[in-house]
Nanobody, 123 residues
Framework: VQLVESGGGLVQAGGSLRLSCAAS????????MGWYRQAPGKQRELVAT????????NYADSVKGRFTISRDNAENTIYLQMNSLKPEDTAVYYC?????????????????WGRGTQVTVSS
């Protein structure tokens, strides 16, 4: 699976950005996709995820009410609408695809990452 992010950039605090992530390759068995971010000197953290089947979403507390993740299964693309951006949202945002499976009782993780897109929020 190949993941390509787009839509990052520089925005003032209070502004909005929309990130996109297009998946290609062996996408049929993707369970879920999501967005993670990593700020300088910090660990990568979850931002939001969405399942492929029923579209169940999950958000980090820090972005609830401000960010919305959505999907277009036909286009194998997910989006992250980011509103009311804050300087602390500044980070490289990475797209993630999860193809992990159970074989019997054993879970086999299978995770893919994009190269990331920079989001910078100025105060």
């Amino acid at each position: 699976v190949q993941l390509v992010e787009s839509g990052g950039g520089l925005v003032q605090a209070g502004g909005s950005l929309r990130l996109s992530c297009a998946a290609s390759g062996s996408t049929f068995t993707i369970n879920a996709m999501g967005w993670y971010r990593q700020a300088p000197g910090k660990q990568r953290e979850l931002v939001a995820t969405i399942t492929r089947g029923d579209g169940e979403t999950n958000y980090a507390d820090s972005v609830k009410g401000r960010f919305t993740i959505s999907r277009d299964n036909a286009e194998n693309t997910i989006y992250l609408q980011m509103n009311s951006l804050k300087p602390e949202d500044t980070a490289v945002y990475y797209c993630n695809a999860d193809k992990g499976r159970y074989y019997g009782s054993t879970w086999y993780p299978d995770v893919y990452w994009g190269r990331g897109t920079q989001v910078t929020v100025s105060s």
